[in-house]
């Protein structure tokens, strides 16, 4: 997994050849799972099927005219369905690397305010052990000089 924003790339890329590698041996199914962070400390597992890759005609499309291109259309196919996975194979990588960090932030921020709860306790009970000394010394110093102030019989 990629330790830093650079590395999603190359993260992205290494998975799409060992996809293309494995596909060689009649793979007949990838099925993309990555986690995504959807809120401060929440995240749900997603499941994409990477292939086979949809050759559904979405029917808003249909009376659209052809695309002009200078490749063969199997050629230009190819090469878009490859960019379409390496697109999301990159979303997934960054997705799951975003999710990585916040978990990561959520617990920085558990400990810290866990350090801060301990320090406040810790500072209360300082206090108020030395009230009760103050006060303990306060009594005997009265306690004293009330017995010096009593005439002895």
Known sequence: ???HVGGV?????????EIARASAGELSKVVLVYT??????????VAETLLPFSMTADPAHRNRPAPVSNLASTELFAK??????????????MESFASENVARLTAMKL???????KLALMTRLE????QEEITTEL????????????PTP
Do not use: C, P, Y
């Open 127 to 130: 206090r108020e052990g030395r």
């Open 1 to 3: 997994m990629a330790s």
């Open 80 to 93: 878009l369905v490859e960019e379409i996975v390496f697109a999301q194979l990159t979303h997934a990588a």
């Open 139 to 150: 009594l005997d110093i009265v306690t004293g000089a009330e017995a010096m102030a009593r």
């Open 9 to 17: 790339d190359d993260v992205a890329l290494k998975t799409a050849e």
């Open 36 to 45: 995504q962070s959807s809120g401060a400390a929440t995240w749900r597992v």
């Open 111 to 117: 400990a810290h305010d866990n350090i801060e709860d």
